[in-house]
């Protein structure tokens, strides 16, 4: 453990160790293994820190349960290197609701998905809303958003596809009040989130949402122009002895989560109700 923490101070991470405990999981013995698994203790619902400094939410009851099923403890870790750290071997693995690209496979093995999301456009009331990548190329909208995510990495692609009709891009780095102040400023035209992260800022930031507007992204949108592998996934670095062989005893303890039907009742129980799982034919490796 002091190894652990003494690469952690290395790398300059900000670091608060967190043990998981949820209702359900069988208390820990002193001879139990621990995975030490880092995260930037974000994005909300997914990933939220209550005021006493605890981890809570879906991803992190998901990898507490699966890694339960193969024998292991969890210890969290909050960290702005969650990946980093992955990669270096600081961490077993990292939990973020990590997205597919191919950097980050170039890197690291993803685990079986946990998640699939939908998406929704915002946009102000007083401006038309597009949810296509057709429309927002042709009036040269202007999109928000933080670089190397999934929804950007799209427009990017596309603005190469298609020089004549290119969006626009604002790259923010910044939180979720920061791109909804960029698009009620006219910083944006547009941002993008996936359906449940928006039921949760209508809720979170009401009054700035009274001015705001949503229209959700067809299936066949996103599948034709964001990606095909919209799923979330634990990350292992390649480079990490006995990586590939965890990452494979913790996707089939996720898949059993799925098969027990578990993933449905932590869906529910964090998303109002609605339905994240993957489709068993999502359960593949993508690398």
Not at 18 to 29: N, P, R
């Amino acid at each position: 453990m002091k190894n652990i923490f003494k690469k952690v101070l290395k790398l300059g991470a900000l670091v608060l160790a967190a043990t998981l405990s949820i209702v359900g999981v069988t208390s820990c013995g002193s001879g139990e293994k621990v995975l030490h698994v880092s995260t930037k203790g974000r994005p909300s619902p997914y990933i939220s820190v209550d005021t006493n400094g605890k981890l809570y939410g879906y991803d992190i009851d998901v990898v507490t349960l699966a890694a339960q099923k193969i024998g292991y403890k969890v210890e969290f870790t909050i960290t702005e290197e969650a990946l980093s750290g992955a990669q270096a071997g600081v961490y077993d693995f990292t939990v973020n609701n990590w997205s597919y690209n191919e950097d980050r496979a170039a890197k690291y093995y993803y685990s079986y998905p946990y998640t699939k999301p939908s998406y929704s456009v915002v946009a102000r009331k007083d401006a038309a809303i597009y949810t296509t990548f057709e429309e927002w190329g042709s009036n040269h909208l202007k999109f928000a958003a933080s670089s190397q995510n999934n929804t950007t990495n799209a427009i990017e692609k596309w603005n190469t596809k298609n020089p004549d009709k290119k969006v626009e891009i604002n790259y923010i780095e910044g939180d979720i009040p920061t791109l909804l102040l960029t698009l009620q400023s006219g910083g944006a035209d547009f941002l993008i989130f996936d359906d449940v992260m928006v039921a949760e800022y209508v809720n979170t930031y009401a009054d700035t949402f009274k001015t705001l507007q949503t229209a959700k992204i067809s299936a066949e949108e996103v599948a034709t122009n964001i990606s095909n592998h919209l799923t979330s996934h634990l990350l292992f670095g390649k480079t990490v002895k006995g990586a590939d062989e965890l990452r494979k005893k913790i996707s089939e303890a996720i898949l059993e989560l799925k098969t027990s039907g578990k993933l449905l009742e932590l869906s529910k129980k964090y998303f109002n109700g609605v339905d994240l799982t993957p489709a068993e034919s999502d359960f593949v490796y993508l690398n």
